[in-house]
Structures are given as C-alpha cells and as structure tokens.
DNA sequence: CACCAGGCAAGCC
DNA sequence: GGCTTGCATGGT
C-alpha cells in the first residue's frame, strides 16, 4: 500500500506526547526522533511535531486526512472544553501539564479486550501483553521496513484457549478474556449495563470502555490513580484506600458535569507522570 | 523479600 | 445488598 501524508498547520491542543502517553491507548510508542508510531484498525501511521506542524505519514486504506479527523478527535473543541473544566487551580495545573491530550477515537473491540487485560496490571505490562496477543492472531502490515500486526478481531480470537491466553501471560485475565470473546455481541452493546455484563468488566473497566471506545465523556473511571489525586486534592482522608469510589465519581460529576472523562484524563496524566 | 499495577469475580454474611 | 479475599505476572 502507498504511502499518504497529512499535515496540520497552525493547530493547538495536540501534543503526541501527551496523547499517546496519558494512558487511553496501548499501541503507540515513541521512535527515537520523537515521533510515534502506532496501528489502529488496519492503519499504520507516525505523528510527529515538527516546527508547530503536525505531520501524519503512514499508509491507510482510506483517505488519511478523514482517517486522522476521525481517530484524532480533530474537529472537537477542546480549548472550548478546558475553560470549562477549569474550575479551581488544580485542574488548571492538570491542565497545563497535560495540555495537548486529545481523546482518541478507539475501535470499541479493541478497548475493550484492552481494558479487560488492564485489570490490575501495570501499563507496560498491559502493552508487552497486546503485543503479543497481535502478534500472535492479528495480521501483518508492513510499514518502514518493520512488521506491524492488527489487533485481532472477534474471529480471530475464537478459536484460541484459555492455555493459550495463559501462554502470553494473561494471568488470571485469560478466562475473561475467553468468556467475552464467545458471549458478547457487539450490535448490542450501547449502555454501561451491557458492558457490565461482560465477564473481567466491572465498574472502573466499563467506565473506560465508554470513554474511550464509545465516546461519553461523562463517565470518570477511578483507579489507585486517580483516587490518590482526588483524594489528595479534595477528600484528604488519612485512609485513602478506604475511600469510597462512588463518592469520588459523585464529586468528579459535580465539578466537570458532562465532561468528568476529560477532567479524569488530565488528572491521571498529571498524577501519574509527576 | 514484600509490595504494587488504569480491578474483578466469587464467596461470605 | 456490601465487604473480603484470591488472583498471574513482571517490575521495583
């Protein structure tokens, strides 16, 4: 496949760094020029900044400006959304760290399966795991020299065991990963009541399947993470493990309303990094 | 060595 | 319904 590019002048609030790294995705890694690289649907692509442009190379079935439109959230509005989430210096220091985060438009399979693999697990573990889940059943594309692979789908999943999830170190994920793969339908799942029902989904699971694979910006997801921060920053309990998370969810949706999910991601990145 | 990681399911009461 | 416990694995 040919080769396309795409470049963004005079653009703001896009930062690859702050985009592939705030923790919503799990395939894209950082070259040593800086760029990224990663694979989404059958895409290949690297981003790089360069000179305040924003540049997109790779090879994509389709026309890759309306690609990147899509998967890069790029005709959202999001200097419109920080002013409104800004409500204390706080998450106007969250926001300043993490200023270029973008939410991506993620295929709803592949966040989910992802998702399920996060359980209790660390960020680099989850990424050594989906690669070689990819490696192993998805497709190859070859870009630069260097072999990429699709995240499988569904079929490509079906036939393989529990032993086999074991053996690309799944952990305890393997079995929910097999329940899912042979129960879900896909058509009809549109609320957190049906992602809830998936087995290895619970309440912190669902809530970032929605954000990121469906698009709801409502829902804030609480990990260690972001209890820690909401608890440092607002409920100072000496026992932060003991906080209850649903009152972390009902404070997060007082403050940033419609858009908790945007306000959790600043938070996480901001957290997490420093 | 113990402890932790973008938690969940199962088993108790 | 809420609370506790076990869980695979790799990194500190």
Redesign the pocket.
Known sequence: MKEQTYILKNFSEFEPKHIFE???CFRWNKEEDGSYTGIFNENVLNVKKENGQIIFKGICKQDIKKVCIKYFDLERDYKKIKRKITIDEYMREAIAYGSGIRILNQDLWEVIIS??I?????????K?IIERLSKAYGKPIKYNGKTYYTFPTKDELFNVTIEDY??L????????IYKTVHTIDLETINTKEDL?K???????????IML?GMNKFEVF??????R?VMNDLYIKSENEEKV?KEEIRKLAKEKYNDLCGIA??YL??WK?EA
Do not use: M
């Open positions: 705030c923790g919503q998702f399920i996060s359980a209790n697990n660390n960020i680099p573990r989850i050594g074991r053996k170190g799944l952990g305890f994920r393997d079995k929910y809830l998936l087995s290895g989904v619970g309440e912190k699971v669902a809530d970032c990121f997801p609480v990990d260690v993470w972001v820690r209850n959790q991601q996480f990145y997490r």
